[in-house]
Protein backbone atom coordinates (compact mmCIF):
# COMPACT_ATOMS: atom_id res chain seq x y z
CA UNK A 1 0.00 0.00 0.00
CA UNK A 2 1.52 3.28 -0.90
CA UNK A 3 2.26 5.99 1.70
CA UNK A 4 -0.59 8.85 2.22
CA UNK A 5 -0.21 12.02 3.32
CA UNK A 6 -3.35 14.49 3.80
CA UNK A 7 -2.50 18.23 4.30
CA UNK A 8 -5.33 20.78 5.52
CA UNK A 9 -7.87 20.90 7.97
CA UNK A 10 -7.42 18.07 10.71
CA UNK A 11 -9.89 17.12 13.82
CA UNK A 12 -9.60 14.67 16.40
CA UNK A 13 -10.08 13.80 20.12
CA UNK A 14 -8.27 12.74 23.15
CA UNK A 15 -10.91 12.75 24.97
CA UNK A 16 -14.75 13.93 26.11
CA UNK A 17 -13.12 17.24 26.64
CA UNK A 18 -10.01 17.21 24.12
CA UNK A 19 -10.86 18.44 20.86
CA UNK A 20 -7.90 19.07 18.54
CA UNK A 21 -8.19 20.73 15.66
CA UNK A 22 -5.13 21.70 12.88
CA UNK A 23 -6.06 24.47 10.67
CA UNK A 24 -3.02 23.38 8.47
CA UNK A 25 -2.28 20.71 9.54
CA UNK A 26 -1.47 16.89 8.19
CA UNK A 27 -1.80 13.61 8.65
CA UNK A 28 0.83 11.09 7.10
CA UNK A 29 -0.20 7.20 6.78
CA UNK A 30 2.32 4.45 5.49
CA UNK A 31 1.06 0.48 6.04
CA UNK A 32 -2.32 1.76 7.33
CA UNK A 33 -0.77 3.20 10.35
CA UNK A 34 -0.45 6.65 11.30
CA UNK A 35 3.61 7.83 11.39
CA UNK A 36 3.14 11.53 11.83
CA UNK A 37 0.10 14.15 12.71
CA UNK A 38 0.36 17.40 13.54
CA UNK A 39 0.39 21.53 12.89
CA UNK A 40 3.81 21.58 10.50
CA UNK A 41 4.49 18.76 8.22
CA UNK A 42 7.51 20.45 6.80
CA UNK A 43 9.18 20.38 10.13
CA UNK A 44 8.18 17.14 10.21
CA UNK A 45 9.21 15.70 6.96
CA UNK A 46 13.17 17.21 8.29
CA UNK A 47 12.82 15.70 11.38
CA UNK A 48 11.03 12.38 12.74
CA UNK A 49 9.25 12.05 9.23
CA UNK A 50 12.92 12.18 7.35
CA UNK A 51 12.43 8.35 6.23
CA UNK A 52 8.72 8.98 5.57
CA UNK A 53 8.58 7.91 1.56
CA UNK A 54 9.25 10.68 -0.80
CA UNK A 55 6.77 9.67 -3.55
CA UNK A 56 3.99 9.12 -0.77
CA UNK A 57 0.54 9.90 -2.66
CA UNK A 58 -0.08 13.65 -1.60
CA UNK A 59 -4.12 14.62 -0.63
CA UNK A 60 -4.14 18.44 -0.77
CA UNK A 61 -7.23 19.36 0.96
CA UNK A 62 -9.37 22.12 0.27
CA UNK A 63 -11.16 25.00 2.42
CA UNK A 64 -14.06 23.61 2.51
CA UNK A 65 -12.70 19.98 3.20
CA UNK A 66 -11.55 18.20 6.69
CA UNK A 67 -10.07 14.93 8.00
CA UNK A 68 -11.72 13.47 11.11
CA UNK A 69 -11.81 9.98 12.47
CA UNK A 70 -13.82 7.30 10.92
CA UNK A 71 -17.48 7.00 13.27
CA UNK A 72 -17.90 3.56 15.33
CA UNK A 73 -21.40 2.27 15.79
CA UNK A 74 -21.46 0.20 18.87
CA UNK A 75 -24.40 -1.41 18.73
CA UNK A 76 -26.15 -2.57 15.43
CA UNK A 77 -28.47 -5.34 14.17
CA UNK A 78 -27.41 -6.14 11.30
CA UNK A 79 -30.36 -8.27 9.60
CA UNK A 80 -32.66 -5.80 11.15
CA UNK A 81 -31.85 -3.12 8.19
CA UNK A 82 -34.22 -5.00 6.07
CA UNK A 83 -37.35 -3.62 8.15
CA UNK A 84 -35.79 -0.40 9.03
CA UNK A 85 -38.42 2.31 10.01
CA UNK A 86 -41.39 -0.26 10.63
CA UNK A 87 -43.02 -0.79 13.98
CA UNK A 88 -41.77 2.13 15.61
CA UNK A 89 -45.15 2.77 17.00
CA UNK A 90 -45.03 0.09 19.37
CA UNK A 91 -43.36 -0.90 22.89
CA UNK A 92 -39.86 -2.89 22.73
CA UNK A 93 -41.62 -6.05 23.84
CA UNK A 94 -44.49 -5.65 21.31
CA UNK A 95 -42.12 -4.64 18.40
CA UNK A 96 -39.63 -7.74 19.10
CA UNK A 97 -42.61 -10.26 18.88
CA UNK A 98 -44.22 -8.71 15.98
CA UNK A 99 -41.66 -7.89 13.73
CA UNK A 100 -38.30 -8.59 14.47
CA UNK A 101 -38.16 -12.34 15.56
CA UNK A 102 -40.49 -12.76 12.38
CA UNK A 103 -37.57 -11.46 10.16
CA UNK A 104 -34.79 -12.32 12.19
CA UNK A 105 -36.19 -16.34 11.58
CA UNK A 106 -35.87 -15.55 7.66
CA UNK A 107 -31.72 -15.41 8.00
CA UNK A 108 -31.39 -19.48 7.97
CA UNK A 109 -32.14 -18.42 4.17
CA UNK A 110 -28.26 -17.70 3.65
CA UNK A 111 -29.45 -16.28 0.27
CA UNK A 112 -31.35 -13.92 1.60
CA UNK A 113 -28.82 -13.07 4.50
CA UNK A 114 -26.01 -12.29 1.40
CA UNK A 115 -28.40 -9.72 -0.46
CA UNK A 116 -29.00 -8.16 3.09
CA UNK A 117 -25.84 -8.08 4.39
CA UNK A 118 -24.20 -6.71 1.73
CA UNK A 119 -26.20 -3.58 1.28
CA UNK A 120 -25.82 -2.99 5.10
CA UNK A 121 -22.26 -3.32 4.98
CA UNK A 122 -22.30 -0.87 2.04
CA UNK A 123 -24.99 1.24 3.65
CA UNK A 124 -23.10 1.82 6.63
CA UNK A 125 -19.97 2.49 4.97
CA UNK A 126 -21.35 5.43 2.95
CA UNK A 127 -22.38 6.71 6.37
CA UNK A 128 -18.95 6.99 7.52
CA UNK A 129 -19.27 4.12 9.93
CA UNK A 130 -15.81 2.50 9.46
CA UNK A 131 -15.67 0.24 12.76
CA UNK A 132 -19.35 -1.17 13.73
CA UNK A 133 -20.10 -4.12 16.21
CA UNK A 134 -23.02 -5.74 14.77
CA UNK A 135 -25.54 -7.92 16.30
CA UNK A 136 -26.03 -11.48 13.13
CA UNK A 137 -28.93 -13.35 13.97
CA UNK A 138 -29.08 -16.76 15.80
CA UNK A 139 -28.18 -18.43 12.89
CA UNK A 140 -24.47 -18.83 12.51
CA UNK A 141 -23.84 -19.66 8.37
CA UNK A 142 -25.41 -16.55 7.64
CA UNK A 143 -23.46 -14.82 10.44
CA UNK A 144 -20.42 -15.84 8.77
CA UNK A 145 -21.68 -14.37 5.55
CA UNK A 146 -22.00 -11.13 7.18
CA UNK A 147 -18.42 -11.25 8.63
CA UNK A 148 -17.06 -11.86 5.01
CA UNK A 149 -18.98 -9.27 4.05
CA UNK A 150 -17.27 -6.24 6.25
CA UNK A 151 -14.00 -7.88 5.35
CA UNK A 152 -14.48 -8.50 1.47
CA UNK A 153 -15.93 -4.34 1.99
CA UNK A 154 -12.69 -3.32 4.24
CA UNK A 155 -14.86 -2.38 7.18
CA UNK A 156 -13.86 -2.62 10.21
CA UNK A 157 -16.21 -4.58 12.41
CA UNK A 158 -17.20 -7.21 15.61
CA UNK A 159 -19.94 -9.96 14.73
CA UNK A 160 -21.83 -11.65 16.95
CA UNK A 161 -23.80 -14.65 16.32
CA UNK A 162 -26.90 -13.51 18.60
CA UNK A 163 -28.14 -16.60 21.58
CA UNK A 164 -31.45 -16.88 22.84
CA UNK A 165 -32.92 -20.03 24.11
CA UNK A 166 -36.03 -19.27 26.20
CA UNK A 167 -38.83 -16.39 26.24
CA UNK A 168 -38.69 -16.52 22.48
CA UNK A 169 -40.95 -17.80 19.72
CA UNK A 170 -40.84 -21.72 19.01
CA UNK A 171 -39.89 -20.33 15.55
CA UNK A 172 -36.65 -18.40 16.42
CA UNK A 173 -35.42 -20.38 19.42
CA UNK A 174 -32.34 -22.62 20.62
CA UNK A 175 -31.53 -25.35 22.73
CA UNK A 176 -28.93 -24.28 25.24
CA UNK A 177 -26.18 -27.09 23.57
CA UNK A 178 -26.93 -26.31 20.14
CA UNK A 179 -26.65 -22.53 20.86
CA UNK A 180 -22.84 -22.86 22.78
CA UNK A 181 -21.88 -25.48 20.69
CA UNK A 182 -22.79 -23.27 16.96
CA UNK A 183 -21.29 -19.99 19.63
CA UNK A 184 -18.04 -22.32 19.37
CA UNK A 185 -18.18 -22.83 15.86
CA UNK A 186 -18.63 -19.69 14.55
CA UNK A 187 -15.52 -18.32 16.95
CA UNK A 188 -13.61 -21.09 15.24
CA UNK A 189 -14.72 -20.81 11.62
CA UNK A 190 -14.11 -16.77 12.13
CA UNK A 191 -10.34 -17.29 13.46
CA UNK A 192 -9.82 -19.04 10.06
CA UNK A 193 -10.49 -15.46 8.37
CA UNK A 194 -7.63 -14.73 9.66
CA UNK A 195 -7.78 -10.74 10.26
CA UNK A 196 -7.45 -8.37 12.57
CA UNK A 197 -10.17 -6.30 10.52
CA UNK A 198 -13.39 -8.51 11.71
CA UNK A 199 -13.38 -10.14 14.69
CA UNK A 200 -15.73 -12.86 16.76
CA UNK A 201 -18.17 -10.95 19.61
CA UNK A 202 -19.71 -12.96 21.72
CA UNK A 203 -23.41 -12.31 21.62
CA UNK A 204 -26.42 -13.15 24.35
CA UNK A 205 -29.38 -11.33 22.73
CA UNK A 206 -30.32 -10.08 26.38
CA UNK A 207 -30.78 -11.51 29.78
CA UNK A 208 -34.95 -11.95 29.12
CA UNK A 209 -33.74 -14.66 26.25
CA UNK A 210 -31.21 -16.09 28.08
CA UNK A 211 -31.37 -19.02 30.68
CA UNK A 212 -28.76 -18.64 33.64
CA UNK A 213 -27.10 -21.79 32.28
CA UNK A 214 -26.53 -19.98 28.30
CA UNK A 215 -25.34 -16.74 30.37
CA UNK A 216 -22.80 -19.08 32.08
CA UNK A 217 -21.84 -21.16 29.04
CA UNK A 218 -21.07 -17.58 26.68
CA UNK A 219 -19.14 -15.99 29.66
CA UNK A 220 -16.72 -19.43 29.98
CA UNK A 221 -16.26 -18.69 26.18
CA UNK A 222 -15.47 -15.37 26.33
CA UNK A 223 -13.06 -15.73 29.12
CA UNK A 224 -11.38 -19.14 27.41
CA UNK A 225 -10.81 -16.98 24.27
CA UNK A 226 -10.22 -13.61 25.77
CA UNK A 227 -13.44 -12.49 23.58
CA UNK A 228 -15.27 -9.32 23.43
CA UNK A 229 -19.22 -9.49 24.89
CA UNK A 230 -21.91 -7.36 23.87
CA UNK A 231 -25.65 -7.39 25.01
CA UNK A 232 -28.76 -5.03 25.96
CA UNK A 233 -29.55 -4.02 29.22
CA UNK A 234 -31.83 -2.03 31.31
CA UNK A 235 -33.28 -0.95 28.15
CA UNK A 236 -37.15 -0.77 29.13
CA UNK A 237 -39.03 -0.37 32.18
CA UNK A 238 -41.42 -3.42 31.49
CA UNK A 239 -38.05 -5.83 30.34
CA UNK A 240 -36.57 -4.54 33.81
CA UNK A 241 -39.02 -6.13 35.48
CA UNK A 242 -39.27 -9.36 33.95
CA UNK A 243 -35.25 -9.91 34.37
CA UNK A 244 -35.58 -9.28 37.72
CA UNK A 245 -38.30 -11.35 38.09
CA UNK A 246 -36.42 -14.48 36.61
CA UNK A 247 -33.06 -13.55 38.06
CA UNK A 248 -34.13 -12.42 41.48
CA UNK A 249 -31.26 -9.60 41.22
CA UNK A 250 -29.76 -6.76 39.40
CA UNK A 251 -30.05 -6.76 35.56
CA UNK A 252 -26.51 -6.41 35.97
CA UNK A 253 -25.68 -8.91 38.15
CA UNK A 254 -27.45 -11.03 36.31
CA UNK A 255 -24.92 -10.77 33.61
CA UNK A 256 -22.00 -10.15 35.94
CA UNK A 257 -22.82 -13.66 37.94
CA UNK A 258 -22.17 -15.24 34.23
CA UNK A 259 -18.75 -13.99 33.76
CA UNK A 260 -20.57 -11.45 31.27
CA UNK A 261 -19.16 -8.34 32.54
CA UNK A 262 -15.62 -7.20 31.24
CA UNK A 263 -13.61 -4.97 29.96
CA UNK A 264 -14.49 -5.74 26.76
CA UNK A 265 -17.86 -6.23 27.04
CA UNK A 266 -20.25 -3.49 25.22
CA UNK A 267 -23.77 -3.37 26.70
CA UNK A 268 -26.88 -1.15 24.85
CA UNK A 269 -28.59 1.21 25.87
CA UNK A 270 -28.49 1.11 30.09
CA UNK A 271 -31.29 3.64 30.25
CA UNK A 272 -32.52 2.99 33.84
CA UNK A 273 -29.07 1.77 34.81
CA UNK A 274 -28.77 2.06 39.15
CA UNK A 275 -26.33 3.44 40.73
CA UNK A 276 -25.12 0.20 41.78
CA UNK A 277 -25.18 -1.28 38.71
CA UNK A 278 -23.06 1.62 37.34
CA UNK A 279 -20.41 1.07 40.29
CA UNK A 280 -20.29 -2.45 38.67
CA UNK A 281 -19.49 -1.92 35.35
CA UNK A 282 -16.87 0.90 36.43
CA UNK A 283 -15.31 -1.87 38.51
CA UNK A 284 -15.43 -4.44 35.37
CA UNK A 285 -14.42 -1.69 32.95
CA UNK A 286 -17.67 -2.54 30.71
CA UNK A 287 -18.99 0.02 28.89
CA UNK A 288 -22.73 1.45 27.50
CA UNK A 289 -23.34 1.79 23.77
CA UNK A 290 -25.82 4.91 23.70
CA UNK A 291 -28.82 3.93 21.44
CA UNK A 292 -30.43 7.44 21.33
CA UNK A 293 -32.90 7.10 18.33
CA UNK A 294 -34.06 4.12 19.69
CA UNK A 295 -34.74 5.41 22.84
CA UNK A 296 -36.85 7.50 21.95
CA UNK A 297 -38.30 5.50 19.01
CA UNK A 298 -39.59 2.73 21.64
CA UNK A 299 -40.32 5.36 24.28
CA UNK A 300 -37.32 3.53 26.21
CA UNK A 301 -36.32 6.83 28.37
CA UNK A 302 -33.87 9.19 28.44
CA UNK A 303 -30.23 7.93 28.90
CA UNK A 304 -28.13 10.15 30.69
CA UNK A 305 -24.57 9.90 29.10
CA UNK A 306 -22.79 12.25 31.15
CA UNK A 307 -23.85 10.64 34.50
CA UNK A 308 -22.31 7.15 32.94
CA UNK A 309 -19.35 9.01 31.92
CA UNK A 310 -18.96 11.33 35.24
CA UNK A 311 -19.29 7.72 37.12
CA UNK A 312 -16.68 6.26 35.28
CA UNK A 313 -17.54 4.27 32.84
CA UNK A 314 -17.03 4.17 29.19
CA UNK A 315 -19.60 5.37 26.57
CA UNK A 316 -19.65 5.06 22.60
CA UNK A 317 -22.96 5.81 19.95
CA UNK A 318 -25.11 2.99 18.60
CA UNK A 319 -27.85 3.29 16.01
CA UNK A 320 -29.37 0.60 17.19
CA UNK A 321 -31.06 -0.09 13.79
CA UNK A 322 -33.63 -0.99 13.57
CA UNK A 323 -35.02 -0.03 16.76
CA UNK A 324 -33.30 3.53 15.62
CA UNK A 325 -34.56 4.26 12.42
CA UNK A 326 -31.27 5.33 11.11
CA UNK A 327 -27.90 4.05 10.17
CA UNK A 328 -26.12 7.11 10.70
CA UNK A 329 -23.95 7.80 13.67
CA UNK A 330 -23.74 11.35 12.31
CA UNK A 331 -27.71 11.16 13.31
CA UNK A 332 -27.01 9.58 16.06
CA UNK A 333 -24.98 12.60 17.53
CA UNK A 334 -27.68 14.85 16.81
CA UNK A 335 -30.25 12.16 18.87
CA UNK A 336 -27.75 12.29 21.50
CA UNK A 337 -27.43 15.92 21.65
CA UNK A 338 -31.45 16.11 21.66
CA UNK A 339 -31.91 13.80 24.26
CA UNK A 340 -29.15 15.37 26.31
CA UNK A 341 -31.04 18.72 25.50
CA UNK A 342 -34.44 17.13 27.30
CA UNK A 343 -32.38 15.70 30.22
CA UNK A 344 -31.52 19.50 30.69
CA UNK A 345 -34.89 20.69 30.85
CA UNK A 346 -35.76 18.32 33.05
CA UNK A 347 -32.84 18.50 35.25
CA UNK A 348 -33.82 21.76 35.81
CA UNK A 349 -37.36 21.19 36.47
CA UNK A 350 -38.59 24.14 34.53
CA UNK A 351 -42.45 24.89 35.09
CA UNK A 352 -43.79 23.95 31.34
CA UNK A 353 -44.89 27.34 30.04
CA UNK A 354 -43.32 29.78 32.62
CA UNK A 355 -39.43 29.70 31.69
CA UNK A 356 -39.14 29.61 35.69
CA UNK A 357 -37.27 27.17 37.66
CA UNK A 358 -38.48 25.09 40.27
CA UNK A 359 -35.02 23.46 41.40
CA UNK A 360 -32.93 26.08 40.82
CA UNK A 361 -30.19 24.25 42.25
CA UNK A 362 -29.71 21.79 39.35
CA UNK A 363 -29.49 25.17 36.86
CA UNK A 364 -25.74 24.60 36.23
CA UNK A 365 -26.69 21.76 34.71
CA UNK A 366 -24.75 21.11 31.15
CA UNK A 367 -25.93 19.26 28.46
CA UNK A 368 -23.34 17.53 26.01
CA UNK A 369 -21.94 19.96 23.30
CA UNK A 370 -21.32 18.58 19.73
CA UNK A 371 -17.48 18.33 20.24
CA UNK A 372 -18.20 15.85 23.18
CA UNK A 373 -20.90 14.07 21.21
CA UNK A 374 -17.73 13.48 18.17
CA UNK A 375 -16.07 12.10 20.95
CA UNK A 376 -18.74 9.68 22.06
CA UNK A 377 -18.43 8.71 18.11
CA UNK A 378 -15.05 8.31 17.60
CA UNK A 379 -12.68 7.69 20.28
CA UNK A 380 -15.58 6.96 22.90
CA UNK A 381 -16.89 4.25 20.46
CA UNK A 382 -13.79 3.07 20.20
CA UNK A 383 -12.90 2.65 23.84
CA UNK A 384 -16.33 1.39 24.22
CA UNK A 385 -15.19 -1.61 22.45
CA UNK A 386 -11.93 -1.62 23.69
CA UNK A 387 -10.32 -1.04 19.94
CA UNK A 388 -8.86 2.29 21.14
CA UNK A 389 -5.43 0.98 21.08
CA UNK A 390 -6.05 0.19 17.03
CA UNK A 391 -8.12 3.29 16.03
CA UNK A 392 -10.29 6.09 17.47
CA UNK A 393 -8.44 9.21 16.57
CA UNK A 394 -5.48 10.36 14.86
CA UNK A 395 -2.32 9.50 17.00
CA UNK A 396 0.73 8.00 15.75
CA UNK A 397 0.82 3.99 15.61
CA UNK A 398 -3.24 3.61 15.23
CA UNK A 399 -4.87 2.35 11.95
CA UNK A 400 -5.97 5.18 9.45
CA UNK A 401 -9.38 5.01 10.10
CA UNK A 402 -10.82 8.20 8.78
CA UNK A 403 -13.37 10.59 6.75
CA UNK A 404 -12.86 13.13 4.51
CA UNK A 405 -15.51 15.34 4.79
CA UNK A 406 -16.52 18.09 2.03
CA UNK A 407 -18.44 21.02 2.87
CA UNK A 408 -18.15 22.43 -0.73
CA UNK A 409 -20.78 20.13 -1.63
CA UNK A 410 -24.64 19.52 -1.36
CA UNK A 411 -26.36 19.43 0.93
CA UNK A 412 -23.94 22.31 2.58
CA UNK A 413 -22.55 23.38 -0.73
CA UNK A 414 -25.20 26.43 -1.14
CA UNK A 415 -24.70 28.55 1.80
CA UNK A 416 -22.63 30.80 0.63
CA UNK A 417 -21.25 31.25 4.02
CA UNK A 418 -17.77 31.37 3.26
CA UNK A 419 -17.96 34.49 0.95
CA UNK A 420 -19.67 36.31 3.96
CA UNK A 421 -17.56 39.24 4.71
CA UNK A 422 -17.93 39.06 8.38
CA UNK A 423 -17.16 35.22 8.07
CA UNK A 424 -13.22 36.17 6.02
CA UNK A 425 -12.51 38.14 9.15
CA UNK A 426 -13.23 35.05 11.46
CA UNK A 427 -9.89 33.15 12.60
CA UNK A 428 -9.12 30.10 10.74
CA UNK A 429 -10.12 28.36 13.98
CA UNK A 430 -13.50 29.67 14.30
CA UNK A 431 -13.63 29.03 10.43
CA UNK A 432 -13.19 25.27 11.39
CA UNK A 433 -15.45 24.96 13.89
CA UNK A 434 -18.14 26.47 12.23
CA UNK A 435 -17.51 24.48 9.21
CA UNK A 436 -17.65 21.06 11.67
CA UNK A 437 -20.88 22.47 13.41
CA UNK A 438 -22.40 22.77 9.61
CA UNK A 439 -21.34 19.60 9.10
CA UNK A 440 -22.69 17.40 12.45
CA UNK A 441 -25.79 19.93 12.46
CA UNK A 442 -26.65 20.21 8.65
CA UNK A 443 -24.69 17.91 6.79
CA UNK A 444 -25.24 14.29 5.71
CA UNK A 445 -23.12 11.01 4.10
CA UNK A 446 -23.40 13.33 0.98
CA UNK A 447 -20.60 15.59 2.99
CA UNK A 448 -18.86 12.29 3.43
CA UNK A 449 -16.78 12.18 0.35
CA UNK A 450 -14.07 9.49 0.99
CA UNK A 451 -13.58 6.91 3.78
CA UNK A 452 -10.62 5.11 5.01
CA UNK A 453 -10.11 2.21 6.61
CA UNK A 454 -6.58 1.05 7.60
CA UNK A 455 -5.34 3.45 5.41
CA UNK A 456 -7.24 1.91 2.47
CA UNK A 457 -10.01 4.01 0.80
CA UNK A 458 -13.65 2.28 1.06
CA UNK A 459 -15.33 5.15 -0.37
N1 LIG B 1 -33.59 -6.29 23.20
C1 LIG B 1 -33.49 -7.57 22.78
N2 LIG B 1 -33.41 -7.63 21.45
C2 LIG B 1 -33.45 -6.37 21.01
C3 LIG B 1 -33.39 -5.79 19.70
O1 LIG B 1 -33.30 -6.44 18.67
N3 LIG B 1 -33.45 -4.43 19.65
C4 LIG B 1 -33.56 -3.66 20.77
N4 LIG B 1 -33.60 -2.34 20.65
N5 LIG B 1 -33.62 -4.18 21.99
C5 LIG B 1 -33.56 -5.52 22.11
FE1 LIG C 1 -30.35 -3.51 20.05
Not at 79 to 95: C, K, S, T, Y
Not at 115 to 142: H, P, Q, R
Not at 279 to 298: D, I, Q
Not at 317 to 342: C, W, Y
Request: proline share 2%; aromatic share 10%; with cysteine.
Amino acid sequence: MTAKVFLGQVIYTKSLNEFVIYTNGFVAVQNGKIVGEGDDYVAWKNGAGKDFPQDAEITQMTKEQFLMPGLVDCHIHAPQVAQIGLGLDMPLLEWLNTYTFPLEAKFTDQEFASKVYTKVVEATIKSGTTLASYFGTNNKDSTLILAKEALRQGQRALVGKVCSNCNSPDFYVEKTEESLSATKEFVDEMSKLSTELVKPIITPRFALSCTKELLSGLGAIAKEHNLHVQSHISESVAEIDFVKQLFSTSYAKAYDNAGLLTNKTVMAHAVHLEDAEIALFKERGTSVAHCPASNTMLSSGFCDVLRLVENGVKVGLGTDVSGGNSISIQDAILRALDVSHHIEFVKKQHIFGTGKLQNAEKADYKPLDYKQAIYLATLGGAEALALDNVCGNFVVGKEFDALLIDTGVYPLHNFGFYNMEDYDKKSAEVKLLEMVQKFIYTGDDRNISKVYVAGKQVK
